[in-house]
């Protein structure tokens, strides 16, 4: 069974940055994708940044620039360092893992941006 562990939320000002860190355990193949998807008040989920097991990154537009997606292969860590920090960050942060038959998630952190 696999299991992913994010921290890192909390509150900001605007402008600021934080780091969201995901810990996958479990069996997990080497062939997989993680990254970070967000849920914001009144919104649907939607994509924040990917990185897979090669280290190819895709972000959204509305990020670039602003995050960077990191992860350790060894130690099953994806990391979401979140600078320039604006109010429509303001989401749940939810961690992703996909594999080739199946998809995991976290069980969400809070990012509280004020302006």
């Known amino acids: 069974q696999v299991q992913l562990v994010e921290s890192g939320g909390g509150l900001v000002q605007a402008g600021g940055s934080l780091r969201l860190s995901c810990a996958a355990s479990g069996t997990i193949f080497s062939d997989n994708r993680m990254g970070w998807y967000r849920q914001g008040p009144g919104k649907q989920r939607e994509l924040v940044a990917t990185?897979?097991?090669?280290?190819?990154?895709n972000y959204a537009d509305s990020v670039k620039g602003r995050f960077t997606i990191s992860r350790d292969n060894a130690k099953n860590v994806v990391d979401l360092q979140m600078s320039s920090l604006k109010a429509e960050d303001t989401a749940v942060y939810y961690c992703?893992?996909?594999?080739?038959?199946?998809?995991?998630w976290g069980q969400g952190t809070q990012v509280t941006v004020s302006s």
């Open positions: 990185i897979t097991s090669d280290g190819i990154t």
């Open positions: 992703n893992l996909s594999l080739r038959f199946s998809t995991y």
